[in-house]
C-alpha cells in the first residue's frame, strides 16, 4: 500500500528533477558561438569572448538560480512522506517558470543594464521563488514527526522564505541601482538566506534542555 | 517474478516521463529573444514584450496540454499491474505527438488568428487525445479489482474522454469562432473534463448501499 | 550483494533512455517553422506545409527508428541479469550514434532525393544497427537459463539481425532505386525484421516434445 | 532508515545524469545541417561534408570527454554509501561545466586551428577534470572498507587523476604544437590514464600475501 502511494510522488520527482536538469542545460543555447575568419588574431578572439561576458554570467546566474530552486525542491520532497494531489498544479506551475528561465536568461544577457528586462527577470525570480516557498511548505507540512526533522524542516522553509525575499530585494534594488550595478541585487539572495537559516532556533536543543 | 514483469513498465514510464518533459522544456525554444540597441527606452521594450504575447500564450497554453497528458499518463500507468506489449506501440505514436508540439505551438503563435495553423493546432491536439484515452483504457483495463480503484478508473477515462471531447469541440469552434477568438475554444476542455468527471457515479458509493 | 552489481546496470540504462528520449525528441528543431504574413491565405498555407512534407517524413522515419532501437535496447537489458564493464565502451559508441540522429535527420530531409545524404543516412543506420546486434548478444549472453527466456532472446537477436540488414537492404537500394523512391528502401527493415522473428524456432516447443 | 538517506544520493546521481545526457545529445546541435540546391552534385555534397569533418570531429571528441566525465562519475557514486551535503555545491560547479561543453565544442569547431579556442576549450577540460577528482575523491572517501573496494577506489582515482593530467598536458600542449596538430595534445589522456591505472599497486594482492 506504501508503495503504490509513493509511486505518483516517486513520478513526480522524476519529472520535476527532468525539467530542472533540462532548462539548465538549455541555458547554454542562449550562448552565441562567435565564428571568426581565419587567422583572425588573438586579440580579435579576446574582444568576441568579452562581448560574451554578459551571457556567461546570465548562463552562471541562472544556473545558481535554478541549482537552488533544485536544491530546495529536493530536500523538500525527501521529507515527504505522502503524495498529495493538491501539490500537482502548484508544481506543474513552479516547473514552468523554470522552463521560462533559458528565456529570462536570455532576454537579459542581451539586453544588460536595462531597466525592464532585469525588472522581467527578478519580478519571474520572485514569482518562482514564492511558488517554491508554497511547494515546500505543502511538501513537507506532514514531516514535523521528530526533532531533528523538525529542524530540518524548518532551516529549509526559512531557506525557501530567505529565497522569495533575496528575489524580491533585488527586484526592488533593480530600480534603485545605477546602471552597472543593477544585477548586484542578486546578492540579496545568499544574504537573506543566511541571515533567515542561522537565526532559526533549534527545537532539538530545546527539548534537551 | 513480479518485479520482473515490472521492469520493461518502469523503463517504457521512464522514457515516456523523459519525453513528456524534454517536449515541454523545449517549448521555450520557440519564444524569440528580444535584442535591443544599447540605450532603448521602456517603451521600446515593452512594445517588444507585446509582440510577444502571442509566443507567451503559445507557451502557457501548450504547457498546459502537455501537462494534461503526463497528468493523464501518469495516473493511468500508476494503476497498471501488469505490463502488455500492445501498448509499446500505441505509446509510441501518441510520443511522437507530444515530442511535436514544440513544433506546432510555435507553428500556431507565429500565425495567430490563421485558420489553417489553429486547426492543425486543434487536429493534432484532438488525436494526441484519442490516442491518450486508448491509451489510458489499455493501462487500466486490468485494474478494476477493487471498489476505489473502480472509481479512480472510472474517473481518469472520463478526464481522458473529456481531453478528446474538448480538443475535438475546440477543433470545430476554430472555424466557426471570429479571428480574434478563435483557440478561445480551448475552454471547452476543462467544460467537458469537469463535467464527465463530475457526473461519474461513485461504485464505492453504489456498494456501501 | 546483487543490487551492488546491479546499480551500474541501471545507471547505463537510466543514461541510454535518457538519450534516447533526448535524441527523439530533438528531432522536432530540425523541422522549420512557416511564419507568413498576416492575412495570407488558406492556400498559402497549405503550399508552406507541403514544403514541409520531407522533413515530417524524416521526423516520422527517424522516430521509428530511434523508438525501434529503443525498444531492441529495452528488451535486451530487461533480460540481462549481470552488469558487465565491456558493454560500456559499446554502449557509448552506439549512444553517439543515436545522438547523431537529428543532425542525419536534417541532412536527409533538406537534401530529399539526392543520393549521398540518402546513403550517409541508411549507411549510419547500418552502423548503428549493427552496433545494436552487438550490444543485444552481449546483454543477452547469460541470459540463457529457462526456455521461456531462451525463446525471448533468440527472438531478439532476430530482430537485432533483421534490423541491421533492413538497414543494409536500404542502403543498397538507395543506390538502385529511382530518385522519388530512394527511401523505400526503408521498408526492407519490417519486412525482414518480421521474417526473421516469425521463422524462429521455438526452443520450449521442442522441450515439451 | 537507510533508505531515507540514500533518497538524496539517488535524486543528485538522477539529475548528474540528466544533465550528462543532456549535454551529449545537445552537442548535435552545433553541427550545421547542408542545405544544397536541388540536383546538386555529389562532388558538391562531398565538398559540403568535408567542410563539416572539424565539426563532427569536436563532436565526437566531446562525446567522448562528457563519456569519459560520466563513466567516472558513475563508478564513483555507485561505490558511495553514504550522501554528503557537502558534496552538492561541487557537484553543481562541475555540472555547470559539463553544461557548458556544447558551446565550448562549437567555440573549437568552428575556429579551429586558432589557439584561443583551443586553449578555451583545454583549460575548460582541465578545471572539469579537476573538479571530476575532487568529486571522486569526496564519494569514496568512506568507502574503504573491504580490499577489493579498495583496489577498485585506487583505479578510480587514478584514472581521475589521469584526466586532469591528460588535460593540463593538452592545454599545454596546445601553445607548442603546430596549427594542425593543436587538438592532438588530447591523446595525452588515455596515456596518463592508461599508464596510472595500470602502475596501480593490487593492495588485495598484497594482503593475499
Redesign the interface.
Known sequence: MAE?TD??LE?????S???????????????E????P?G?S?AQ??HE?QSLIPSFAG??MS??VI?AF??AH??AF?MTRKYSPKM?PWN?IF??LI??T??LT??LS??L?????TA?YFGAFTITALLNARLAFMATSAATLEAETRDKVSRLRRRCIGLALGAFTALCLSFVLPEQMRFMGLLAVPIWTRVLVLSAPSQRAQENV
Chains 1, 2, 3, 4 share one sequence.
Open positions: 503504490e509511486h505518483p513520478r513526480l520527482v522524476f519529472f528533477d527532468a525539467v530542472f536538469a533540462i532548462a539548465i542545460t538549455l541555458l547554454v543555447i542562449e550562448i558561438i562567435p565564428d571568426l581565419k583572425a588573438v578572439y579576446q569572448l548562463f552562471f544556473f545558481a541549482a533544485w536544491a529536493h530536500t525527501s500537482l506543474l516547473l514552468g522552463a521560462l533559458p528565456w536570455g532576454f542581451r539586453n543594464n536595462a531597466l525592464l528586462p522581467v
